[in-house]
């Protein structure tokens, strides 16, 4: 099974909230990850061709930044990947039958404010850090306000977790209104060229 197969076994169970292909988490992306008001759960997909060369870096990853995160892999890559993952990662196993659920993905204890704040554009993040009443950071570049985050005893968790779900999630409305925005463009341009008389 290849990656587009897999997805199409797996954006169905996704419900509620949204779901955002290719999200850039760290220094990788996630495969797919779901958003809803209470979590975020990232998805890591290995079909057939693919190698587990990446998990090493892929997981640290995603374990600071969501609060589930499950491995969905094709039955070649069970016995390589298992001891590579901890008890808390979830796995789904995928074949021409759909997923087989292996193992559920627990919550996560080692997601970090840093990594959950970089999921978002830099002014997104300081909207949320001066609504706090924290004006300090309004001149702070993207390094400065994520040590800060590491840091600091004024942000919680919880807090700026529930504000980084929100904006990802009226993100997608965003991506959802252009894109039928540019649709009803292509439609209205088709149509007047049908309209045009033709030449003689």
Known sequence: MNDPEI?????????????VDELPTGTTRADV?????????????KGDGDTLQRV?????????AYDFVTFVVTEKHLPKLLPLLPEWVGVLVASAEGLRPYRPALYNATVERPAVAALLRLEEIKQF????????????????????????????????????RRQLMGR??????FRAE?????????????????RK
């Open 7 to 19: 997805r199409a076994l797996l954006y169905p169970l996704l419900t509620g909230g949204v779901y």
């Open 56 to 64: 090493a870096k892929q997981l640290p990853c995603y374990g600071r």
């Open 172 to 177: 997608m409305d965003e991506r959802l209104a």
């Open 129 to 164: 850090l001066l609504a706090q009443g924290l004006a300090g950071v309004s001149t702070y570049r993207r390094r400065d306000v994520l040590n800060f985050l590491r840091t600091t005893q004024l942000v919680t968790l919880s807090a700026l977790a529930h504000h980084v």
């Open 33 to 45: 990850v779901h958003i809803t008001e209470q979590f975020m759960h990232g998805y890591e997909l």
């Open 182 to 198: 540019r649709k009803a463009e292509r439609e209205r341009v088709a149509a007047r060229r049908r309209k045009r008389p033709k």
